[in-house]
């Protein structure tokens, strides 16, 4: 026979029916925000590698993180959230290592002009000796790199197609804010400007620049076949970037869930270069329907002539002539 519930059992389990609510809602609010920041929207590999990190973090580590994925550039350029991800107002984010290069000079080895032959001899290089003594130099910066990422080959952008180098001589050409970038069309006659992504398409329209160089994705992300609708395949560097973190958020997390992001951070970065691939030819596709052109360079050895003289200007910067040499060798 089931025995009455006493005033002091009542009162327990009463308490105990208003304390489960106010627990859940003090789980719910422990789940630590993280603010990611995409220059693109959901459809894109820069925002998608986010939602596939997001998804391995979740599964190992429910309830714990809150990823929130900030699109469309919302919250700068990559300088400007690189100057983010040092002081820890933005916890996650992509860059290019052209814009990461003013903080580690190193780096720009990776972007050293027609050094890399594919993307393969790119990941080769990136996951030996050389990533990872990269990876610890940008940490001295405030930037964890949790991998190496590849956006493809940079191509020039121009509103007509120059297929020659000495086309270039008095043009006046957007450059990445990176000193390798500006140096390198300075070589073939060109008149560098550095100016943030987020606003070439308008510098490109007004004519303040007459052309630009950019990966195949991210022309068509910005829609700049508008402005400038001939792609030129001159493939001159491989556009290498990182998924990196905040160091003061990577110092806040516990041994455990440091290893989930690493391992989530790889396995992004490689989901990451699968997306790249198959949406170039998506972006291509898109470009051409709204009258973009893509047309072939002509006498490449001279585009490479005048790109290896950028080499002997970068050396003292990369460890030496015989490095870059060295990696051009590399099987």
């Given at each position: 026979?089931?025995?009455?519930?006493?005033?002091?059992?009542?009162?327990?389990?009463?308490?105990?029916?208003?304390?489960?609510?106010?627990?859940?809602?003090?789980?719910?609010?422990?789940?630590?925000?993280?603010?990611?920041?995409?220059?693109?929207?959901?459809?894109?590999?820069?925002?998608?590698?986010?939602?596939?990190?997001?998804?391995?973090?979740?599964?190992?580590?429910?309830?714990?993180?809150?990823?929130?994925?900030?699109?469309?550039?919302?919250?700068?350029g990559e300088k400007e959230v690189a100057?983010?991800?040092?002081?820890?107002?933005?916890?996650?984010?992509?860059?290019?290592?052209?814009?990461?290069?003013?903080?580690?000079?190193?780096?720009q080895i990776l972007d050293a002009p027609?050094?890399?032959?594919d993307a393969a001899h790119v990941r080769?290089?990136?996951?030996?000796?050389?990533?990872?003594?990269?990876?610890?130099?940008?940490?001295?910066?405030?930037?964890?790199?949790?991998?190496?990422?590849?956006?493809?080959?940079?191509?020039?952008?121009?509103?007509?197609?120059?297929?020659?180098?000495?086309?270039?001589?008095?043009?006046?050409?957007?450059?990445?804010?990176?000193?390798?970038?500006?140096?390198?069309?300075?070589?073939?006659?060109?008149?560098?400007?550095?100016?943030?992504?987020?606003?070439?398409?308008?510098?490109?329209?007004?004519?303040?620049?007459?052309?630009?160089?950019?990966?195949?994705?991210?022309?068509?992300?910005?829609?700049?076949?508008?402005?400038?609708?001939?792609?030129?395949?001159?493939?001159?560097?491989?556009?290498?970037?990182?998924?990196?973190?905040?160091?003061?958020?990577?110092?806040?997390?516990?041994?455990?869930?440091?290893?989930?992001?690493?391992?989530?951070?790889?396995?992004?970065?490689?989901?990451?270069?699968?997306?790249?691939?198959?949406?170039?030819?998506?972006?291509?596709?898109?470009?051409?329907?709204?009258?973009?052109?893509?047309?072939?360079?002509?006498?490449?050895?001279?585009?490479?002539?005048?790109?290896?003289?950028?080499?002997?200007?970068?050396?003292?910067?990369?460890?030496?002539?015989?490095?870059?040499?060295?990696?051009?060798?590399?099987?």
């Open positions: 026979m089931r025995r009455p519930l006493t005033r002091r059992a009542f009162s327990s389990l009463f308490a105990a029916g208003l304390a489960a609510p106010l627990l859940g809602q003090r789980m719910a609010r422990a789940a630590i925000p993280i603010t990611v920041a995409s220059l693109f929207g959901a459809d894109k590999p820069e925002t998608r590698i986010w939602v596939k990190i997001k998804e391995i973090v979740d599964v190992k580590l429910p309830g714990r993180f809150d990823f929130r994925i900030v699109q469309n550039a919302a919250l700068g100057e983010g991800i040092r002081l820890g107002s933005v916890q996650a984010s992509l860059s290019t290592i052209s814009a990461l290069s003013s903080w580690v000079p190193e780096s027609f050094v890399f032959r080769r290089v990136v996951d030996g000796p050389i990533g990872t003594d990269l990876k610890i130099k940008f940490s001295a910066q405030n930037f964890v790199v949790g991998g190496f990422i590849n956006y493809g080959a940079r191509h020039l952008l121009a509103k007509q197609a120059i297929t020659r180098p000495a086309q270039l001589a008095g043009k006046r050409i957007r450059v990445i804010q990176s000193p390798l970038h500006t140096e390198l069309w300075r070589a073939f006659g060109a008149n560098p400007t550095p100016i943030p992504i987020t606003e070439t398409y308008n510098a490109l329209q007004t004519g303040v620049v007459d052309l630009m160089d950019l990966t195949k994705s991210a022309y068509a992300g910005f829609k700049l076949y508008e402005v400038v609708p001939y792609l030129i395949e001159t493939g001159h560097i491989w556009a290498t970037g990182v998924v990196y973190f905040s160091a003061p958020f990577w110092k806040s997390l516990k041994d455990d869930e440091k290893a989930v992001f690493s391992a989530a951070a790889a396995e992004g970065a490689l989901y990451f270069d699968q997306l790249i691939i198959e949406d170039e030819k998506t972006s291509m596709a898109k470009a051409a329907a709204a009258g973009g052109k893509t047309v072939a360079i002509e006498d490449r050895a001279a585009w490479e002539s005048g790109a290896r003289g950028v080499w002997a200007a970068l050396a003292p910067k990369v460890g030496g002539l015989d490095k870059i040499e060295a990696i051009a060798r590399t099987s």
